[in-house]
């Protein structure tokens, strides 16, 4: 089975500065989508950015890129000119492209980190 | 507008009295799915669904119940809530694994459960 682990209860950030969000997960599979959520304190999951496996350029998003290695099973998540509307929780999550098995078409999540932004 | 809708947003429950939490998307997608939240431990799958009539268990499925009559529709039945399923749920649909590059999750609003 899958695991995803986010180290990193909390963090913070001045506005402007930049942050990165760690994620490290565990599997036997070669390919795989990861993601990582963002949860306001309206509680509404939103997708921030999006890894297939297969790919070896990090994906960007905007102020959002991740720093995805594979061999290490690690994916970050930098926010750059960080804004106070980025102050939420951020959850780091693997999902498989299996058709099939336990783990069809689940989302695996971290903890969450908690991200602070000061003014 | 592409949406997963939960309801209700806010429940208090007494132990023992049968609940239902509904949930409806309009993208369709085969793919539902039952989470919940809980500090320290993200979200867990609770429940899935492929398609109408085909649910399976996911991680903690104990004490939940689901039905998939329509594509649409995948609500969440506590038939008998307990201290412990005090809990923040979501509800989320998706394409199927496999079915497209496109394996985005649209989430609900969430449900803030408390069963007392």
């Known amino acids: 089975a899958q695991t995803v682990t986010q180290s990193q209860p909390e963090m913070s950030v001045q506005e402007a500065e930049t942050v990165t969000l760690s994620c490290t997960y565990d599997?036997?599979?070669?390919?795989?989508?990861l993601f990582w959520y963002k949860q306001p304190p309206s509680r509404q999951m939103i997708l921030v950015i999006r890894q297939e496996a297969y790919k070896q350029q990090n994906a960007t998003e905007n102020r959002f890129s991740v720093n995805f290695q594979k061999a290490a099973k690690s994916f970050s998540l930098k926010i750059s000119d960080s804004q106070l509307g980025d102050a939420a929780m951020y959850f780091c999550a693997y999902r498989s492209p299996r058709a099939g098995g336990t783990s069809y078409g689940k989302l695996t999540f971290g903890q969450g980190t908690i991200l602070t932004v000061h003014p | 507008e592409a949406q997963v809708t939960q309801n209700p947003r806010y429940l208090i429950t007494v132990t023992g009295k049968k609940l239902t939490v509904t949930c409806s998307q309009n993208m369709n997608h085969e793919y539902m799915s039952w989470y919940r939240q809980d500090p320290g431990l993200g979200l867990r799958q609770i429940y899935y669904s492929m398609n109408v009539e085909v649910t399976d268990k996911g991680d903690v499925p104990e004490g939940y119940k689901v039905s998939r009559k329509e594509k649409r529709n995948f609500p969440l039945i506590l038939e008998s809530p307990s201290p412990n399923q005090t809990s923040l749920y979501f509800c989320?649909?998706?394409?199927?694994?496999?079915?497209?590059?496109?394996?985005?999750?649209?989430f609900g609003q969430g449900t803030r459960l408390t069963v007392v």
């Open positions: 599997t036997s599979e070669s390919d795989y989508y």
């Open positions: 989320a649909s998706s394409l199927r694994p496999g079915q497209g590059l496109n394996t985005e999750a649209f």
